[in-house]
């Protein structure tokens, strides 16, 4: 018998004319590694949800179909009741933490299932020593790194063995040493796991068989090598190609000289020093943790250096890498107005160019994730600065996506200089004319 | 020290600042309280230092002003409208002391639960009410990701070279800053759900056993409350 069957699943979002899934059928075996593969918005997150059972009991909408996880048909047990049999682990980690120590977060679930409570402590210590993550039992789980957080969340889901485990691009946030250790651990646990991820090579590498979900329905679904064969060419793996480190030859925009920071005297850059030329990419790769995003941070002008000297020729534009930050306003057409002064007819031209012509006057909340990754590059985009800074632009953007943005900085390339902060090696194969790497070399000169 | 008894000694000072009309009481406890708040994290305890010192600063010098108690005039000013007549005496500033002084120290009683207790060790001891204590640890952790989330705003909006000035600037993020917590607490939930949350027959990890210093933390709370009582 199948672990898990969909069988003919319809289903619709509330408020949502178009179907988000349309008569999608599939079976999953016990002990299948599956990658879901698919552009945004193209119902993966919905497929994996119907199978955690959460889509229809706690998204509600319109479900016609089946899904049978385990035995348990999930129009009749919630999610909560199909905890032991499947678990997910979502995307951003911060929205998965409940507690404050690491030990109970891993303690949560298995308490929930009614665990004996002689098992749960043992139970949880395994889970964290199988992720590599014992050491952090006794931290508060404010103080861990991206990384480390989400391997606490794998081990709070590892801890309930599940036999379906459920990965919503669980290594977005991730550098590419954290990715392959996250998920060499899941596909290596016995279980049946269903991984979507942005980055194909991770999932392609690991699994047995793919599928590739589009507008809503499964438009591919085989062993892995006959896939890698029909795939789309934008989802086929490939080496990165290899950047070198010499700067380009334009005139210099910004310059960082020997520039320390710390926060709240922990040193984070020491004695760093980067310079940006017009007309050159630059991508900024490293382990996390490493600085990345800080040395970003100062070449923009948000954080002033301890030591150190920064020199700007130009107007800095940064992206955050969380998208969730460019929503303040009512309108998205508003949202990328504010770097222009309100200038509706620049932000408008900006919203087109990243594709979402014909959603101006929608609230910003109410884009997908995709959507608002791509709103927050047109809200910085739009100001066409001459110091472009974007720190990981491509996190839960799609290949096709990927390189449309790859092309579109290429083209306007010489218009400015730009830092593109990334742990996509493949992304920066494609961009950047050179890469400087952080957690390799004390100083990184340029 | 165990939670629950830490706990217990918090609310019996907070207690005991509210009950007691010894300023020098109420003052020592305050000062004994923000000591033991400077142990936490700078970054952590500066929103809670703030807000409670400013609260009761905002106290000491508004309260005399708007009041009108006492005969020993120090200041006599003009008429306001509504307000009436503005003036200080010495038993208003008295009386606004003192005031100040409790908001500061029920103020630094939360700050210290919210700062330097186990919160998941306070929520496991609760054998009854789980989910009101577990929503009440969660709305604790509030506060420091609403700091976070305002601050990842205003750099999102100063990357744009858009600059937030003011209070005006700052009151235009509240909205933003209220939806996002919203969408978290409906991820957050998702997240418990597909984890077994409310499911029936949960059980609960042992907790470790209380200390000599725990059962002395607890007997000390309950004396200081029936002695404020007392005295």
Redesign the interface.
């Known amino acids: 018998m199948a672990l898990a069957e969909v069988d003919r699943l319809t289903f619709s979002y509330p408020e949502s004319e178009r179907p988000a899934l349309s008569d999608v059928s599939l079976t999953l075996e016990a002990g299948e590694v599956v990658a879901v593969l698919g552009p945004s918005g193209s119902g993966k997150s919905t497929l994996l949800r119907a199978l955690a059972g959460l889509v229809p009991h706690f998204h509600g909408g319109r479900f016609e179909g089946r899904v049978v996880v385990g035995g348990l048909d999930t129009r009749r047990f919630r999610p909560a009741d199909l905890a032991g049999a499947v678990a997910t682990l979502f995307q951003d980690p911060e929205n998965q933490v409940v507690f404050g120590r690491v030990a109970n977060e891993v303690a949560f679930g298995l308490e929930n299932l009614g665990t004996p409570p002689d098992q749960i402590w043992p139970r949880a210590h395994a889970a964290l020593v199988e992720v590599g993550a014992a050491r952090l039992a006794e931290r508060r789980t404010e103080t861990l790194s991206a990384g480390e957080l989400q391997r606490v969340c794998l081990a709070a889901v590892l801890a309930l063995e599940p036999k379906l485990l459920v990965l919503d691009e669980p290594t977005s946030q991730l550098d590419p040493e954290g990715a392959v250790a996250i998920l060499d651990v899941a596909c290596e646990l016995g279980a049946a796991v269903l991984v979507s991820e942005q980055r194909p090579a991770l999932p392609l590498e690991r699994c047995s068989r793919v599928l590739f979900v589009d507008e809503g329905t499964i438009r591919l679904d085989a062993p892995r090598d006959e896939a890698l064969a029909r795939l789309p060419d934008e989802y086929v793996p490939r080496e990165p190609r290899p950047l070198g480190e010499a700067p380009g030859s334009g005139e210099a925009v910004c310059r960082l000289e020997d520039v320390t920071f710390a926060y709240d005297s922990r040193p984070v850059l020491e004695r760093r020093s980067l310079t940006l030329r017009r007309g050159e990419v630059v991508a900024l790769t490293g382990p996390n943790g490493v600085g990345k995003t800080t040395l970003a941070k100062v070449a923009a002008g948000l954080l002033e250096p301890q030591s150190g000297g920064v020199e700007r020729n130009g107007r800095s534009c940064y992206l955050s890498q969380d998208p969730g930050r460019y929503l303040v306003k009512e309108r998205v057409v508003d949202e990328a107005a504010l770097a222009v002064g309100g200038n509706l007819e620049r932000a408008r031209r900006a919203l087109a160019e990243v594709g979402l012509a014909g959603f101006e006057h929608r609230h910003p909340r109410d884009l997908s994730s995709g959507e608002r990754e791509r709103l927050a590059l047109a809200s910085v985009l739009v100001a066409d600065p001459e110091i472009l800074i974007l720190d990981e632009p491509t996190r839960g953007v799609d290949p096709p996506r990927k390189a449309d943005l790859a092309a579109r900085l290429r083209r306007d390339a010489d218009r400015r200089a730009t830092l593109v902060v990334t742990h996509d090696l493949l992304f920066a194969g494609h961009v950047a004319d050179r890469v400087v790497s952080l957690g390799t070399r004390d100083h990184v000169h340029a | 020290m165990s939670p629950v008894p830490a706990a217990a000694l918090l609310a019996a000072l907070a207690a005991v600042a509210l009950i007691t009309d010894r300023a020098w009481v109420v003052a020592a406890i305050a000062i004994a309280l923000l000591l033991l708040c400077l142990r936490a994290?700078?970054?952590r305890r500066r929103l809670y230092l703030v807000g409670t010192l400013g609260s009761a600063l905002s106290v000491l010098l508004l309260s005399p002003l708007v009041s009108h108690v006492g005969t020993h005039v120090i200041w006599d000013g003009p008429r306001i409208p509504v307000i009436g007549y503005l003036d200080v005496t010495s038993e208003e500033i008295a009386a606004a002391g003192i005031q100040a002084l409790r908001l500061a120290a029920v103020g630094l009683a939360f700050a210290a639960y919210a700062l330097l207790l186990?919160?998941?060790?306070l929520?496991?001891a609760a054998g009854f009410a789980r989910r009101s204590v577990?929503a009440a640890?969660?709305a604790t952790?509030l506060v420091?990701t609403l700091e976070r989330d305002a601050a990842?705003?205003v750099?999102?909006?100063?990357?744009?070279?858009?600059e937030v000035e003011g209070v005006r600037g700052l009151a235009?993020?509240m909205s933003?800053l209220v939806?996002?917590s919203l969408?978290?607490a409906l991820?957050?939930?998702?997240?418990?759900?597909?984890?077994?949350?409310?499911?029936s027959?949960?059980?609960?990890?042992?907790s470790a056993p209380w200390t000599r210093l725990d059962r002395l933390a607890l007997v000390a709370a309950i004396l200081l409350v029936l002695g404020a009582i007392w005295l």
């Open positions: 994290p700078r970054g186990d919160l998941d060790r929520l496991q577990l640890g969660l952790r420091p990842g705003f750099e999102a909006l100063r990357g744009r070279g858009v235009r993020l933003p939806a996002g969408e978290r991820n957050l939930a998702e997240a418990m759900e597909a984890r077994g949350f409310g499911r027959g949960r059980t609960r990890a042992p």
